[in-house]
């Protein structure tokens, strides 16, 4: 490859399966870069990208970062010309140092990682390189919902063709990477831990396995200046032959893969004891991953951060609603970023509730009645 590394900008993509945690590892990462300046791309499959959101409303905003915003497909399939635009436009940008892509959960890093190789083929004065794949799991689902699975796929004679599914999708993501964040460790005990690293292990034996609670990473073991190798990755699965690497002709990974998703948004507040409820006691099972941000009637202050991956969920406080400023301060706000006003509300400002639910097979109708009976009166 023409050129020399020292004068490209190493680009680090970041993959996993819903909920597995690659925001926060992001943003940790990003804690431990202060000064240096780095580009963020983050896809979301949603009409809303709820994760460069959360990445905003963090410690990110200290850092001088750009930030694209990406979102409504997968930048392996419907968003792949755009993604490789964005990475063209950053190459010219000489302040960048370094690029950090989040992919969206649903994504196959083995066709990002084609695009990319096929857009340095083709732009031979690019000035960014792939660097690495990093490859977020969820230790604590992988043991729960997919060890079983897994262990049985491995160990069969003959694979039968038939469509990926869902455990298709996360043996995809690990197999095609060269280091793993084994996230979410404290969920499990350490034998546990061992049976989901043998695991993975068959199914990428070559990868850095690093393990982490709540996504602390050492930046250094990850943000460096080396090559993503294709061709050594390609070849290191164990049963890379066997799944099915390429997606049909015509068709994106929220089809292929039985995803869908919709986002619920209404601007009245929750009934906390009944939204609490419904978590516990009617919340659908072929719901994958939600999150969203919220507010309950009885407190119009704060801005609550609902998640769900699995069997896990969580309402977190996050921040305060610009509505809950003095006027003082809400000029400030509207001043600086003017785009607040596109959407808020007279009587709310910009208190709403705002979910995206992605899942297989849900009736969408009847989870927004649920939600619907979750409403204040």
Same mark, same amino acid.
């Given at each position: 490859?023409?050129?020399?590394? &020292?004068?490209?900008?190493?680009?680090?993509?970041?993959?996993?399966?819903?909920g597995?945690? &690659?925001?926060?590892?992001?943003?940790?990462?990003?804690?431990?870069q202060?000064?240096?300046?780095?580009?963020? @791309?983050?896809?979301?499959?949603?009409?809303?990208?709820?994760?460069?959101?959360?990445?905003?409303k963090?410690?990110?905003?200290?850092?001088?970062?750009?930030?694209? $915003?990406?979102?409504?497909?997968?930048?392996?399939?419907?968003?792949?010309?755009?993604?490789?635009?964005? +990475?063209?436009?950053?190459?010219?940008?000489?302040? +960048?140092e370094?690029?950090?892509?989040?992919?969206?959960?649903?994504?196959?890093?083995?066709? +990002?990682?084609?695009?990319?190789?096929?857009?340095?083929?083709?732009?031979?004065?690019?000035?960014?390189?792939?660097?690495?794949? @990093?490859?977020?799991?969820?230790?604590?689902?992988?043991?729960?919902?997919?060890?079983a699975?897994?262990?049985?796929?491995?160990?069969?004679?003959?694979e039968?063709?038939?469509?990926?599914?869902?455990?298709? *999708?996360?043996?995809?993501?690990? #197999?095609?990477?060269?280091?793993?964040?084994?996230?979410?460790?404290?969920?499990?005990?350490? #034998?546990?831990?061992?049976?989901?690293?043998?695991?993975?292990?068959?199914?990428?034996p070559?990868?850095?396995? *690093? $393990?982490?609670?709540?996504? &602390?990473?050492?930046?250094?073991?990850? *943000?460096?200046?080396k090559?993503?190798?294709?061709?050594?990755?390609?070849?290191?699965?164990?049963?890379?032959?066997?799944?099915?690497? #390429?997606?049909?002709?015509g068709?994106?990974?929220?089809?292929?893969y039985?995803?869908?998703?919709?986002?619920?948004? $209404?601007?009245?507040?929750?009934?906390?004891?009944?939204?609490?409820?419904?978590?516990?006691?009617?919340?659908?099972?072929?719901?994958?991953?939600?999150?969203?941000?919220?507010?309950?009637?009885?407190?119009?202050?704060?801005?609550?951060?609902?998640?769900?991956?699995?069997?896990?969920?969580?309402?977190?406080?996050?921040?305060?609603? +610009?509505?809950?400023?003095?006027?003082?301060?809400?000029?400030?706000?509207?001043? #600086?970023?003017?785009?607040v006003?596109?959407?808020?509300?007279?009587?709310?400002?910009?208190?709403m509730?705002?979910?995206v639910?992605?899942?297989?097979?849900?009736?969408?109708?009847? @989870?927004?009645k649920? *939600?619907?009976?979750?409403?204040?009166?």
């Amino acid at each position: 490859m023409p050129g020399s590394i &020292k004068k490209k900008k190493p680009v680090t993509l970041i993959t996993g399966y819903l909920g597995s945690g &690659k925001t926060t590892v992001m943003n940790e990462l990003l804690r431990q870069q202060t000064g240096k300046k780095i580009a963020l @791309i983050v896809n979301d499959m949603g009409s809303i990208n709820l994760d460069a959101d959360l990445l905003k409303k963090s410690n990110v905003a200290q850092i001088d970062t750009k930030m694209i $915003e990406m979102q409504n497909g997968c930048i392996c399939c419907t968003l792949r010309d755009e993604f490789m635009e964005q +990475i063209e436009q950053l190459s010219k940008e000489g302040e +960048i140092e370094a690029v950090l892509v989040e992919a969206s959960g649903i994504s196959n890093p083995a066709s +990002i990682s084609d695009s990319f190789l096929m857009y340095e083929e083709s732009h031979k004065k690019s000035s960014v390189y792939l660097n690495s794949i @990093i490859t977020v799991v969820d230790a604590d689902r992988i043991y729960t919902e997919f060890l079983a699975e897994m262990e049985e796929l491995y160990n069969k004679e003959n694979e039968n063709e038939e469509d990926p599914d869902i455990i298709n *999708l996360v043996m995809d993501q690990i #197999e095609f990477c060269n280091i793993i964040v084994l996230n979410k460790c404290d969920l499990l005990k350490e #034998e546990q831990i061992r049976k989901v690293k043998a695991v993975l292990r068959q199914l990428q034996p070559e990868a850095d396995i *690093l $393990e982490t609670v709540h996504g &602390k990473v050492e930046a250094s073991l990850i *943000l460096n200046e080396k090559r993503f190798d294709y061709e050594k990755v390609s070849n290191s699965s164990a049963i890379q032959k066997a799944l099915a690497r #390429e997606a049909k002709a015509g068709k994106g990974e929220q089809e292929e893969y039985g995803i869908s998703s919709f986002v619920y948004e $209404e601007r009245n507040p929750f009934d906390y004891k009944a939204f609490i409820e419904f978590v516990e006691k009617e919340y659908p099972e072929n719901i994958i991953r939600a999150k969203g941000y919220i507010w309950f009637s009885d407190d119009d202050i704060h801005v609550q951060l609902f998640e769900q991956a699995g069997r896990n969920s969580s309402i977190t406080e996050v921040s305060n609603w +610009i509505a809950a400023f003095n006027q003082k301060e809400q000029k400030e706000v509207f001043k #600086e970023y003017p785009e607040v006003l596109e959407e808020w509300d007279v009587t709310y400002g910009d208190r709403m509730n705002q979910i995206v639910f992605i899942g297989r097979g849900f009736d969408e109708a009847k @989870i927004r009645k649920q *939600l619907e009976h979750c409403i204040a009166v």
